[in-house]
Every structure is written in C-alpha cells, then in structure tokens.
C-alpha cells in the first residue's frame, strides 16, 4: 500500500435536487471494504442556493478542504469544462464530465458515466437489437448514453431534445467517431419510434422531482428495448408503462453502479469490485 493510500480519503458529489443520492454510500461502503478511510459527501445546489455559476468557487472550496476528486451530475456536467485543466479522451470526445480528479493543483476532467451503461447495457439487454434507436436528451448524460450505445454498435441513432441546437451539436460532434453509423437529429418523434428498434432515456424526467413520462406512452410497442438514465426512483413511470406494453427494460441502477465503479478508481488508485458494489446497491435499493 503506497503512502498516499493511507491517508483518509474526501471526495463529493456535486448537482442539483442530489439528497436522495446512493452514490456516497456506494463510494463509502467500498473503501471500508478495502479498509480505506473514506469521507463522501454532497453538495447539492439546491440546498445550498447556488448554480452552475458557482462551479470555480466550489472546486476552488474543494481543494482547499484536501478532495481527491468530485463527481458532477445534472445540471453541471457540460458547465463544468471551463474550470478543468485538462481532459480524459472520452471527455473531451463527450464535451461532458462527471469526474474530476483534484491532484498536484490540477483539476482533470474524466466521463465514466459511458463506460457505466455501456456495462449496464451488456449484462441487461445482451442481445438487444442494435439496429436503431431513439434517444431523448442531447445534454451530458446523453452525450454519455449516445457514445457508449454507438460504440456498442449501434448502426443508427436519432436524437431529440427540446433544445435543437444541443441535439444538432452532439450529432454533429458523434458522427466523425463512428463513421459506420448514421446519427440525426430528429424532428418527428412517433416516426422515429416506429423506425426504431429501442429507445434511450436520457433526461431528467421520471426523477422524484421532474415527474412525468418523456414521450406518449402509446409511441412504445412490444419490440422495443427501453433503457432508462434516471435511477431515483429505480423503476420509474416510463419502464413500468414500457414493461406493461411488452418491452424489454433496462433500469438506471447498472449505469450509476458502474459508473461510480470508473470513478472509485480515479478517486483511490484502487481497482473495485464491481460486483460487490452491485450487490451493495440492489441491497440498498431492495
């Protein structure tokens, strides 16, 4: 064990609406496992009255209080580029962040939300048809779910969101990363619906605090696989209708596990178990 390894280890979580989060739980169970003294807290901007424009001021804050590193999650992750040093490729590749690394004065810049669906998505729906699909939501968490479902294979993608521009950008930025695939930007959702063989969730509605469903739920039929962002809660509106229609669903729970997994690493320099931090949230989540 290294001497940086035994000093107690503060990382944190930074977002808006984020109370109800597991992931410092997950972090914290970890490290006790691998006998770790690890401190995981939140700073919700919601309680704390505070926005994205206060991102240089809390990573600032941060440093100074000795954090190894801060996840970012909705509404931060794209904000919080100009305040980065530096970036992953796949950040960079992203324009989005959910990892930031405090080390020697430097603030870099990491995406392990991608890798977390993409794990999600091959223990969940292995044999999902990859022909097409729909996303909803070009923002960071969809620019995560858009690169991780392409670099799966993916042949053909449609993105909505009700910013265009945030739709066209992404598509845009995607599509010389996989030349194979076509990417669009789409303007008819119930076309593309009934093009497609699956549909990405990729927005914060169905959270506790934006309830509701993302698209009319008569869009959705038997063939289509359903794969959900939102994990609080775990089995929201949208999978439970999907379900009922005959779908096959994936939950959000996969991708927060196993992104938390990506960042346990870059946090500690340790290798996790991914497996035990699975069991650890279904236990949680039961």
Same mark, same amino acid.
């Given at each position: 064990?290294? #001497?940086?390894?035994?000093?107690?280890?503060?990382?944190?979580?930074? $977002?808006?609406?984020?109370?109800?989060?597991?992931?410092?739980?997950?972090?914290?169970? #970890? $490290?006790?496992?691998?006998?770790?003294?690890?401190?995981? #807290?939140?700073?919700?901007?919601?309680?704390?009255?505070?926005?994205?424009? &206060?991102?240089?001021?809390?990573?600032? &804050?941060? #440093?100074?209080?000795?954090? /190894?590193?801060?996840?970012?999650?909705?509404? /931060?992750? =794209?904000?919080?580029?100009? /305040?980065?040093?530096?970036?992953?490729?796949?950040?960079?590749?992203?324009?989005?962040?959910?990892? @930031?690394?405090?080390?020697?004065?430097?603030?870099?810049?990491?995406?392990?939300?991608?890798?977390?669906?993409?794990?999600?998505?091959?223990?969940?729906?292995?044999?999902?048809?990859?022909?097409?699909?729909?996303?909803?939501?070009?923002?960071?968490?969809?620019?995560?779910?858009?690169?991780?479902?392409?670099?799966?294979?993916?042949?053909?993608?449609? @993105?909505?969101?009700? *910013?265009?521009?945030?739709?066209?950008?992404?598509?845009?930025?995607?599509?010389?990363?996989?030349? =194979?695939?076509?990417?669009?930007?789409?303007?008819?959702?119930?076309?593309?619906?009934?093009?497609?063989?699956?549909?990405?969730?990729?927005?914060?509605? %169905?959270?506790?605090?934006?309830?509701?469903?993302?698209?009319?739920?008569?869009?959705? =039929?038997?063939?289509?696989?359903?794969?959900?962002?939102?994990?609080?809660?775990?089995?929201?509106?949208?999978?439970?209708?999907?379900? *009922?229609?005959? /779908?096959?669903?994936?939950? %959000?729970?996969?991708?927060?596990?196993? =992104?938390? @997994?990506?960042?346990?690493?870059?946090?500690?320099?340790?290798?996790?178990?991914?497996?035990?931090?699975?069991?650890?949230?279904?236990?949680?989540?039961?």
């Amino acid at each position: 064990m290294t #001497e940086t390894m035994l000093k107690p280890i503060r990382a944190g979580l930074i $977002g808006a609406g984020i109370k109800a989060s597991l992931t410092p739980a997950m972090h914290m169970r #970890e $490290g006790a496992a691998q006998g770790l003294e690890y401190a995981y #807290e939140l700073i919700d901007l919601n309680e704390t009255g505070m926005t994205s424009a &206060d991102l240089p001021a809390l990573l600032a &804050d941060a #440093e100074a209080r000795g954090l /190894c590193g801060l996840n970012i999650t909705h509404p /931060c992750k =794209q904000d919080i580029l100009p /305040c980065l040093d530096a970036l992953s490729a796949e950040a960079r590749a992203l324009g989005a962040v959910n990892t @930031v690394v405090l080390r020697n004065g430097r603030r870099i810049g990491h995406n392990t939300d991608w890798w977390g669906f993409a794990e999600s998505f091959r223990r969940g729906l292995a044999d999902a048809d990859l022909g097409s699909a729909v996303q909803l939501g070009a923002g960071g968490a969809g620019a995560a779910t858009a690169y991780s479902i392409l670099s799966l294979g993916l042949r053909s993608l449609t @993105v909505f969101d009700r *910013e265009r521009a945030r739709a066209d950008a992404l598509a845009a930025s995607l599509s010389p990363l996989f030349p =194979q695939a076509r990417i669009s930007t789409g303007s008819d959702l119930a076309a593309a619906m009934g093009d497609a063989d699956g549909l990405i969730h990729a927005t914060p509605t %169905g959270m506790a605090k934006y309830p509701g469903l993302p698209l009319p739920v008569g869009l959705l =039929q038997p063939r289509h696989w359903v794969a959900e962002i939102v994990y609080f809660p775990l089995q929201t509106d949208l999978l439970k209708l999907a379900r *009922e229609r005959g /779908c096959r669903t994936l939950d %959000g729970g996969g991708m927060a596990v196993f =992104q938390a @997994v990506g960042a346990f690493e870059l946090f500690t320099g340790r290798k996790p178990d991914a497996d035990r931090m699975l069991a650890h949230f279904q236990a949680l989540t039961a």
